[in-house]
């Protein structure tokens, strides 16, 4: 315990509160444009803290003949950086409504692709889903002998469940994709 905690900053209260507020004070009613938002309802985000029963959740989930999952590697999170620029870049244009739809537009059709590529891998098939333009073929196949048609894969679990912190984000740029709060009991 002596040498974790010499390797980790130590939490501060008072700065976690500062951007608490922070984030509250931006995510306020009139910030977003409405109905700007990407279409999709593939991602399937998992917040919560570490050890909260996520891992449970998911394979229950992904049981599901329709429901695939990427695991913690949130694509979302790897792209987040450029989403937020790109978003302050894109209010402070002249055209700020086409600008913020383009860049919402772009950026999520690119993660649900991501997602898609990395559920497509793990079964080692070309796959394709029906809420954004098909770029993959037809094929289904099984992955560790679970039986899915990939092909019929409607969600992917986004199981990052530290991006509890990105939730305003993930709710603007996928307004129609479910958000699972994962608390332990």
Do not use: C
């Not at 507020?21 to 917040?47: A, D, R, Y």
Request: no cysteine; net charge neutral.
């Amino acid at each position: 315990n002596k040498n974790e905690r010499g390797r980790r900053v130590p939490y501060n209260e008072e700065e976690t509160r500062k951007k608490s507020k922070s984030m509250m004070s931006v995510f306020i009613p009139g910030f977003w444009p409405e109905g700007v938002g990407h279409n999709s309802k593939t991602p399937l985000f998992f917040v919560g803290m570490l050890r909260s029963g996520s891992a449970l959740l998911e394979a229950l989930v992904t049981a599901h003949p329709q429901i695939a999952s990427i695991g913690e590697e949130s694509l979302f999170n790897s792209y987040l950086p450029e989403i937020r620029n790109g978003i302050i870049e894109a209010t402070q244009n002249e055209h700020r409504l086409t600008s913020v739809e383009l860049l919402i537009e772009d950026y999520g059709s690119l993660v649900v692709e991501e997602m898609m590529k990395k559920v497509a891998k793990q079964f080692d098939a070309p796959v394709q889903f029906p809420d954004i333009a098909p770029s993959y073929s037809i094929s289904p196949h099984s992955s560790k002998g679970l039986k899915k048609d990939i092909n019929n894969i409607r969600h992917i679990v986004d199981r990052m469940v530290f991006n509890y912190k990105n939730v305003g984000f993930i709710h603007l740029l996928y307004p129609y994709s479910p958000i699972l709060h994962v608390v332990r009991d």
